[in-house]
């Protein structure tokens, strides 16, 4: 009976060994007013599927629930890395609301006929539900950290993941509504690096205090730096980061503020076989003409662009180009800060006849604390021990 006993605990553990699992994520990305997108890897090829629930009191099995599945053309997609849209399931209109992600093994895929194994999730019954939120422009208060030029150091997801969570028990009022990397948050462009971006950049899922992790509830967003068009992270930047646009370059807009997001490319002027960046920095500065004249920009109190290379004269090949092209229409539309990254100085550039809104190149030794209400926008420097450098108001 005794060696019955120990066979099964063996099995059991073996089984257990190779099941499916969630390595990085669920992290909410391409965040809009009707849906919200969530992103997550397995270990193992899968479908997958998200869940959703409205922002009630109902248990979240209390009724069925409906699914969306990734799907290309009508077929559900194998794949370990996961990403799917879901709408809003609130009928009255509120933003928040629960999910839960799914992802079911597959374990033979040969002659036509495919075989599927154990399934791994989120979970909802240890730990509290995941809530999500979609945009709201009304929102009276709105709170955002932003970083970069980490490149890679994976101390960022702990520091962040501590800095949010300490936000909300503090003063939930104005705890994070969402972060911005400023670019260059990864190191080199290998695939260990691919790995390591990720788990900076969300939240894993058998981290050992989950139920405080902060990326599967508050949105990321990415600005593309100079090292994120390298490698293995280039080539999968849009699988990994998913936009509102499909571009690196989008707009998104909280309460009173409206983030410009736009991407500098390399810094380096096109000179390899494998680049075209000056033509790819036209099409942008195209789209940007007619994105600044949408409600969701025009509607916003403040309007903070961020772009990884400053515009500025002398700090980077490429800063003259990205001057011409972006600036004047940046200016036109009443611009209230530039945010940047990529010199890892901290210093602001006041407003001259050069460029009539100030822009902020933040440090990589320091992260950026925006607090905005319907009248007034502080953007705190802080350094990464939660002291404040210095505020800027708007």
């Not at 849209?85 to 999910?99: A, E, H, L, S, W």
């Not at 079911?104 to 730990?127: D, H, L, P």
């Not at 508050?218 to 509102?244: A, I, K, L």
């Not at 009173?256 to 490319?265: A, K, Q």
Request: proline share 4%; charged share 20%.
């Amino acid at each position: 009976m005794k060696k019955f006993l120990t066979l099964a605990l063996m099995l059991a553990v073996s089984t257990s060994a190779f099941a499916i699992k969630i390595t990085y994520g669920p992290y909410v990305q391409a965040v809009t007013k009707e849906t919200v997108t969530i992103v997550w890897r397995t270990d193992k090829t899968a479908i997958s599927w998200v869940e959703t629930a409205p922002g009630d009191k109902t248990h979240f099995y209390a009724f069925e629930r409906p699914k969306f599945y990734q799907t290309k053309l009508g077929r559900k997609v194998p794949t370990k890395l996961h990403s799917i849209t879901i709408p809003n399931p609130n009928t009255d209109g509120k933003p928040t609301f629960r999910y839960r992600a799914f992802s079911q093994e597959i374990t033979s895929n040969k002659g036509g006929r495919t075989m599927y194994g154990r399934v791994a999730s989120t979970r909802i019954f240890a730990y509290r539900h995941i809530f999500v939120r979609t945009l709201d422009y009304n929102k009276k208060s709105v709170n955002f950290i932003l970083m970069n030029d980490q490149h890679g150091i994976e101390g960022t997801y702990e520091l962040l993941n501590k800095r949010i969570t300490k936000a909300k028990r503090n003063d939930r009022h104005w705890s994070a509504d969402a972060v911005f990397f400023v670019g260059d948050m990864c190191a080199g462009v290998d695939a260990k690096q691919t790995s390591i971006y990720t788990k900076v950049s969300g939240g894993v899922n058998n981290y050992p205090k989950y139920k405080e992790t902060p990326f599967h509830e508050v949105p990321m967003f990415m600005t593309r730096g100079v090292n994120e068009t390298f490698g293995n992270v280039g080539v999968n930047y849009m699988s990994y980061f998913p936009t509102s646009t499909g571009k690196p370059y989008y707009t998104v807009r909280y309460g009173s503020v409206c983030f410009i997001v736009l991407d500098s490319g390399r810094d380096q002027k096109d000179k390899a076989a494998g680049t075209d960046f000056d033509s790819y920095r036209k099409e942008q500065a195209a789209w940007l003409a007619e994105a600044l004249k949408s409600e969701e920009v025009q509607g916003a109190k403040f309007k903070v662009a961020l772009m990884h290379i400053p515009p500025i004269s002398g700090v980077a090949p490429v800063s003259k180009d990205l001057h011409s092209l972006f600036v004047p229409l940046l200016e036109e539309a009443g611009v209230t800060l530039m945010i940047c990254g990529y010199s890892h100085n901290s210093y602001m550039n006041k407003a001259s006849k050069k460029c009539n809104f100030p822009i902020l190149e933040n440090s990589s030794a320091n992260l950026l604390n925006i607090r905005a209400t319907q009248e007034r926008m502080d953007v705190v420097v802080e350094d990464l021990q939660g002291n404040e450098v210095t505020t800027y108001t708007f």
